[in-house]
């Protein structure tokens, strides 16, 4: 996706409207994406190089150095295709402690979802109100709490062995 022009790369998905990508967001996107297609992806940074709008390169230093456990949730767009310019959510798994807290104050599922996302999405930070107000899809909003639960080891196939 280089070019002797040092202008930006066009990444072409088709059905989709080309955006300017620069060179070094295309190429990690690149690498991420072969990775992907290979099932051997492990997080080098890559998703952060190729996020369109990433978070401050301090504020990852911050999780990394409290020992936050991150992850990246990556939304295909409309058309079912991986590209550098779609919806990446940054997220932190959900700790018993918070668990506790929310099973207490006996909320219903939309509100614990709720509460969930606010607590959990790192980046773009969701709060409450964006919530409430209905400012994101309810399909991101669903899939995000999903794929949080997924990293909690909320997981439908855990195995049970009998002895």
């Known amino acids: 996706m280089t070019n002797d022009t040092g202008a930006d ?9 080309e955006e300017p990508v620069s060179d070094e967001r295309a190429l990690a996107y690149e690498l991420w994406q072969r990775g992907q297609e290979m099932d051997e992806y492990s997080d080098d940074g890559a998703v952060l190089r190729w996020m369109k709008d990433p978070p401050d390169p301090t504020t990852v230093q911050k999780w990394t150095s409290d020992g936050v456990p991150y992850y990246y949730v990556i939304f295909p767009d409309n ?3 991986f590209h550098a310019n779609i919806s990446v959510f940054i997220c932190k798994p959900l700790s018993y402690d918070f668990y506790k807290k929310l099973a207490k104050k006996n909320l219903d599922q939309l509100q614990s ?9 790192l980046f773009p930070q969701i709060s409450p109100s964006d919530l409430i107000k209905g400012n994101l899809p309810s399909g991101i909003v669903y899939t995000l709490y999903r794929r949080i639960q997924d990293a909690s080891m909320w997981q439908d196939s855990t195995l049970i062995s009998k002895n």
């Open 9 to 17: 790369a066009l990444i072409e998905v088709p059905g989709a409207t």
């Open 79 to 81: 058309d079912g295709r």
């Open 113 to 121: 979802m709720e509460h969930v996302l606010s607590e959990c999405t």
